[in-house]
């Protein structure tokens, strides 16, 4: 089985937690027996040809180094919507992306290695990229949606015909969550669509060797934007149950670690100062995935305060670490996030009841353990790479047939 992933995210180098899930399903794929090739967009620095844990991956110029900006930083809709530059650069992204698959396909056919599938990652933009490019004997088309490209379906109109365009020209169509693929069958009723989550190395993320005891705290991995909900955490913070847990602790502060960046960072520090927890607000800014473990491994609790999150991988993480999470009961993350095995959902914007889930877990070691062991079963079981791989060579072989 030869594939070919399109993507315009896709680690930039080992460690990088830019499109980790697509490059963990690539290699779980060859691992498996078959052959993926990647092409995404370039960046300023980045090699255009090379190589990550076996994957090729081909890196495709589309404006000036000074431009070629949308991809990997997860902030592509800003820069789009904000100036003609990011507009132009959006334009020349999928005329170079649409260029290089015509011309990679063309080459592996010539050479007698044909691809038996491309697997396009987002429908917006990989998927629209390819859309009425495609030419009799090509090899058939899968398009995953991971959150983002449906969320911008979603609340913009204009968008609900491309993207019912774009889908109506995949052999199957996957969503990464049953929330996500209900959401994209909303807007586009005829199509085919799989609910197919992405992998997790587990490899790395795994419990701490540090007794339960030890664990200290809060975490929150994500974007500082409204959509994740940052400013919701902090607001628990201060919530009655916090304090009356700390009241309890003899005054001991909870510590809240925050890790990422994002447009609304400078206005959530300054409401964390106002709520007087400029003291206990630790900020990481973005890190490597292998920088997160640690900071998983010593947490009591991730805090997981989301709107119409794709799927949640954070979480995934979390809990393949042995740490519960509390999430908002949105999105797909009621798919990782499952009550019955060690997760805790709260209602959407319920601060005090967040609060109360999380000062739970905090005075609770016995139930975060137990919470953290049986979340980590979970987790292995349905989002290990080789699990994760099998079932899309099934939708494959499928699609091939």
């Known amino acids: 089985m030869r594939v070919l992933f399109v993507t315009h995210n896709v680690p930039r180098f080992s460690g990088d937690a830019a499109g980790s899930f697509v490059l963990r399903l690539a290699v779980a794929l060859q691992s498996a027996g078959a052959v993926v090739d990647v092409i995404a967009p370039a960046a300023a620095g980045l090699a255009l040809d090379e190589r990550l844990e076996g994957v090729r991956i081909q890196r495709v110029r589309y404006a000036s180094d000074a431009h070629m900006t949308l991809a990997y930083v997860g902030n592509m809709a800003e820069q789009v919507t904000a100036s003609w530059s990011g507009k132009l650069a959006l334009v020349g992204m999928l005329r170079a992306m649409r260029r290089a698959v015509r011309e990679r396909i063309e080459a592996a056919a010539h050479a007698g290695q044909p691809y038996d599938i491309v697997h396009a990652h987002w429908w917006f933009p990989a998927g629209l990229s390819l859309w009425r490019s ?3 004997g090509d090899p ?8 983002s490209d449906v969320r911008l379906a979603h ?3 204009p968008a609900h015909g491309v993207m019912r365009a774009v889908l109506g020209e995949a052999a199957i169509c996957t969503a990464v969550s049953g929330w996500l693929a209900e959401t994209a ?11 197919s989550p992405m992998p997790v190395d587990a490899r790395h993320f795994v419990p701490p060797a540090m007794p339960v005891s030890s664990r ?7 974007r500082l934007n409204a959509q994740k909900g940052l400013a919701d955490l902090l607001e628990a913070m201060v919530s009655p149950a916090m304090r009356a847990h700390e009241a309890q602790r003899a005054g001991e502060t909870t510590v809240l670690d925050v890790v990422g960046d994002g447009p609304e ?14 003291e206990r607000v630790r900020w990481y800014g973005a890190l490597p995935q292998p920088a997160l473990v640690p900071l998983y491994q010593g947490a009591r609790v991730l805090a997981m305060p989301s709107r119409e999150e794709g799927l949640g991988l954070v979480a995934v993480e979390a809990q393949l670490c042995g740490t519960p999470v509390v999430a908002y009961a949105d999105g797909g993350v009621v798919d990782v996030v499952r009550t019955a095995h060690g997760g805790t959902l709260v209602t959407v914007g319920d601060i005090p009841a967040l609060g109360d889930a999380l000062a739970r877990l905090l005075a609770d070691e016995g139930a975060a353990d137990e919470r953290g062991r049986l979340a980590r079963d979970d987790m292995l079981a349905r989002f290990a790479p080789e699990a994760v791989a099998e079932r899309y060579l099934t939708h494959y072989r499928q699609v091939v047939r």
Do not use: C, K, Q, W
Request: charged content about 15%.
């Open 140 to 147: 058939p088309l899968v398009i995953t949606m991971h959150g």
């Open 155 to 157: 609340r913009t109109a």
């Open 185 to 195: 069958l909303r807007i586009a009723p005829d199509a085919s669509i799989a609910v």
């Open 265 to 278: 960072g400078e206005a959530l520090r300054a409401r964390a100062a106002a709520l007087g927890l400029a």
């Open 134 to 136: 495609r030419h009799v």
């Open 216 to 222: 200290r705290g809060i975490l929150f991995v994500g």
